[in-house]
Nanobody, 123 residues
Framework: QGRLVESGGGAVQAGASLRLSCEIS?????????LGWFRQATGKDREFLAA????????HSADSVKGRFSISKDVGRSTVYLQMDSLKPEDTAVYYC???????????????WGQGTQVTVAS
């Protein structure tokens, strides 16, 4: 059975960078899916950030984070990363990775969510 585990969160000052990791096990479970990153701030809806295909060739990013966040995939290690630069206090949230159907980046379409990793950005 497939499993995704997020890590790399922490508490940083505004302007700092963080790289989140999503370790994938049981890849065959996710055949046909892309890997996406989402976040949910306290009191707000879950928000799509970026997704990447298994071969790393196709990338989709939300307009809200383009230019600051980038997604990548280490095929050899079965790991997906979210590089976050120029962090702002409004980026404070729990960040999740999840398998997604290509082109469907609505968080409401999915029921599988891991425990996530907390990112806190101080001003």
């Amino acid at each position: 059975q497939g499993r995704l585990v997020e890590s790399g969160g922490g508490a940083v000052q505004a302007g700092a960078s963080l790289r989140l990791s999503c370790e994938i096990s049981g890849e065959r479970t996710f055949t046909g899916y892309e890997l996406g990153w989402f976040r949910q701030a306290t009191g707000k809806d879950r928000e799509f950030l970026a997704a990447i295909s298994w071969d790393g060739e196709n990338v989709h990013s939300a307009d809200s984070v383009k230019g600051r966040f980038s997604i990548s995939k280490d095929v050899g290690r079965s790991t997906v990363y979210l590089q976050m630069d120029s962090l702002k206090p409004e980026d404070t949230a729990v960040y999740y990775c999840a398998p997604v159907h290509p082109g469907d980046y609505d968080p409401g379409s999915y029921a599988y969510w891991g425990q996530g990793t907390q990112v806190t950005v101080a001003s």
